[in-house]
């Protein structure tokens, strides 16, 4: 439905907090969702050659070198022999399955003449470099060298493929170049105890979209690190998504996640007075009033509580087992975390949107952003297959995708701004951007991450 937004006042607070949702809940929430960020704001702008500058982008890529990144779902690499190529920036790598608990990851390059291994993700019994025919076995050793005579420097004990640091979570594979990174347990804190009791073992990737955007990469991720866009990009969705009541986590001590709660099928602030509940339940269920199967709310019902309900039916049959006493926030809202540098990932049961954004082929202008929902199946059954990845053309909408349901018209909207943001910053006679103390505090948080890194890079 439409609202009228110059009904809007000018100074507005929230009628609710996210906190106050949760109070309402009918069932005790998690302990994670009462877990406050307490970081001090940061109010400095934002220098935008950060956005602009090809040689900071040049010395921003080298950050890769030293975090923790996801480069695949487990699901990619099944058996042992799958293999999975990841690029970032100019860098390339392998990630192999060895056994059933074992993968490792290798820069994709060969030890004779530097060629890569391999050009596409696949299967092999050993990697073999298609130039002169070295070869490695899959953990890494030195298995045949062309005409071995003729290289006499070559011990094969030195001579294996060097490893980089692996890790799993959640069924992403992660890697680390840095030798002396971190574990990936205490990089990803709080997420690994968030997110503890919500099946990933159960998780499979279910749907995986990738579109080449206009702008550097960290344009495109900022557009989704809050929710204060929605007013003006998103207002079709005011009437059932609570922008306005959206909680923004930081937390001191914590450089690599920080999170935002939004309060989904309840209304926004700017329109909870145009609105009934059913309005916000027809609406947040994308139907209209003379569908077959319209859920009428009972009186006294809120659409939040009607929502809950009918989430808790379908998560129920995709685990297979019942969730009786779980909150509606759980089941119903959008809460998802930021991991430092560039993934996004949703919490509960699901169906959990991700998103990955890196720079495209190494420019520093455009973006390879991906997407997709995470689904969960029963732990009786098999991991499904993972779908192959739909690659859109800079013309092709979000929205052609069917399997994206309503969020591609959503993302649609959202890359209208991308482009002209990037080209905004080239025309704007100011050296930066500024941010609101609060709800862009990710933003800010994300950028004292990055310089915390760019001080270290020799």
Same mark, same amino acid.
């Given at each position: 439905m439409g609202y009228d937004l110059n009904k809007v006042p000018a100074q507005v607070t929230p009628h609710k907090t996210y906190q106050d949702y949760l109070d309402e809940d009918r069932h005790e929430p998690a302990p994670s969702l009462r877990d406050l960020g307490d970081a001090p704001p940061r109010l400095q702008d934002i220098d935008k050659a950060r956005y602009l500058d090809r040689g900071f982008y040049e010395r921003e890529r080298k950050i890769f070198d030293r975090v923790w990144q996801v480069a695949c779902r487990e699901e990619h690499i099944p058996e042992v022999g799958d293999?999975?190529?990841?690029?970032?920036?100019?860098?390339?790598?392998?990630?192999? +399955?060895?056994?059933?608990? %074992?993968?490792?990851?290798y820069p994709n390059a060969c030890l004779h003449r530097g060629r890569k291994l391999a050009l596409e993700s696949g299967h092999v019994p050993r990697f073999r470099c298609p130039f002169h025919g070295f070869t490695w076995e899959?953990?890494?050793?030195?298995?045949?060298?062309p005409c071995e005579w003729d290289f006499p420097q070559i011990k094969p004990s030195e001579f294996g493929l060097p490893e980089v640091k692996v890790d799993t979570f959640a069924g992403w594979v992660f890697i680390n170049p840095d030798p002396d990174a971190m574990? &990936?347990?205490?990089?990803?804190?709080?997420?690994?105890?968030?997110?503890?009791?919500?099946?990933?073992?159960?998780?499979y990737l279910g749907v995986h979209v990738a579109k080449v955007l206009?702008? @550097?990469?960290?344009?495109?991720?900022?557009?989704?690190?809050?929710?204060?866009? =929605?007013? %003006?990009?998103? !207002?079709?969705? &005011?009437?059932?998504?609570?922008?306005? *009541?959206?909680?923004?986590?930081?937390? $001191?001590?914590? &450089?690599?996640? $920080?999170?935002m709660m939004a309060v989904f099928a309840a209304p926004s602030t700017y329109v909870v007075d145009q609105v009934t509940e059913q309005e916000v339940l027809d609406e947040w269920l994308g139907r209209k009033s003379s569908d077959a199967d319209h859920i009428v709310l009972e009186p006294g019902q809120t659409a939040r509580a009607a929502v809950a309900d009918l989430k808790r039916g379908q998560t129920e049959a995709s685990l297979g087992r019942p969730l009786?006493?779980?909150?509606?926030?759980?089941?119903?809202?959008?809460?998802?975390?930021?991991?430092? #540098? @560039?993934?996004? &990932?949703?919490? *509960?049961?699901? #169906? $959990?949107?991700?998103?990955?954004? +890196?720079?495209h082929k190494d420019r520093h202008e455009e973006t390879l952003m991906e997407v997709g929902y995470i689904m969960r199946h029963p732990e009786d059954q098999p991991k499904p297959e993972p779908p192959a990845m739909i690659?859109?053309?800079?013309?092709? !909408?979000? =929205?052609?995708? %069917?399997?994206?349901?309503?969020?591609?018209?959503?993302?649609d909207q959202d890359t209208t701004n991308m482009a002209a943001v990037h080209d905004g910053l080239k025309a704007s006679f100011k050296p930066g951007i500024t941010l609101a103390a609060y709800q862009e505090s990710r933003i800010a948080h994300f950028h004292h991450t990055l310089d915390r890194y760019m001080n270290n890079i020799e």
């Open positions: 293999f999975h190529v990841y690029e970032i920036c100019e860098r390339s790598y392998l990630l192999v +399955r060895l056994g059933v608990d %074992e993968i490792k990851a899959l953990d890494g050793r030195l298995s045949h060298v574990p &990936l347990e205490q990089y990803l804190d709080p997420i690994w105890q968030h997110y503890a009791p919500y099946a990933w073992e159960q998780s206009k702008g @550097n990469w960290k344009i495109v991720q900022e557009a989704f690190m809050e929710a204060m866009h =929605s007013l %003006e990009t998103h !207002p079709q969705i &005011l009437g059932s998504v609570d922008d306005f *009541g959206c909680q923004y986590d930081v937390w $001191n001590g914590k &450089l690599h996640v $920080n999170r009786s006493t779980l909150s509606d926030a759980e089941l119903v809202d959008g809460w998802y975390y930021v991991v430092f #540098p @560039n993934f996004m &990932l949703w919490g *509960g049961f699901g #169906p $959990n949107m991700w998103y990955r954004f +890196r720079p690659m859109l053309d800079l013309e092709t !909408p979000w =929205s052609s995708v %069917e399997a994206l349901a309503g969020l591609g018209f959503v993302l």
